[in-house]
């Protein structure tokens, strides 16, 4: 085992240990001048939707109105303690969980370009439709079954769409 551990960490006092070391100090300035994972800026006031309601055994949520998201929108809700992004996507609402399962990241304050999803913290990419990461094909991000019913979205929190 002390061999595989030199070959993966490096010596102890060689340059990947050096490098590693070096990594863990600048990051450390960065995570301290990072906001937390659940901090939103003062500036980004956004109504608070109603708090959901289950309709069914099977475990649909009414998450808020329709109108509370845009085309380009990425909007943070907390349904039944399971935080969750919703979006509009090529005209149908997509729910996907709201932490990237790579760090953590918040993915409300990320970004989504065309049919996907980026991590603001590590820029990691996630396809709307199946979760599948653009990055590291064995990360996927959860995404939950989710329509619109008489002007509300509904998710579906006992169903996660399987990725294909």
Not at 9 to 20: A, E, F, I, N, T
Not at 41 to 62: I, K, N
Request: charged letters at 25%; glycine letters at 10%; one cysteine or more.
């Amino acid at each position: 085992m002390g061999l595989l551990r030199e070959v993966v960490q490096g010596r102890p006092d060689g340059v990947r240990s050096r490098l590693r070391r070096w990594w863990d100090r600048a990051n450390a300035q960065v995570d301290a001048e990072r906001p937390t994972r659940h901090h939103r800026p003062e500036a980004r006031e956004e109504p608070t939707p109603p708090a959901p309601e289950p309709v069914s055994e099977r475990g649909w949520y009414d998450v808020g109105p329709e109108s509370m998201i845009d085309d380009a929108a990425l909007v943070e809700i907390v349904a039944a303690g399971v935080p969750l992004v919703i979006t509009r996507w090529e005209g149908s609402v997509r729910a996907t969980a709201g932490e990237c399962p790579h760090a953590g990241g918040p993915l409300a304050d990320g970004e989504r370009t065309g049919d996907q999803l980026v991590c603001p913290w590590h820029g990691w990419s996630f396809h709307l439709m199946n979760g599948h990461c653009l990055q590291d094909p064995s990360v996927k991000l959860r995404i939950y079954d989710a329509e619109v019913r008489e002007g509300r979205i509904w998710v579906d929190l006992g169903a996660a769409v399987p990725a294909a």
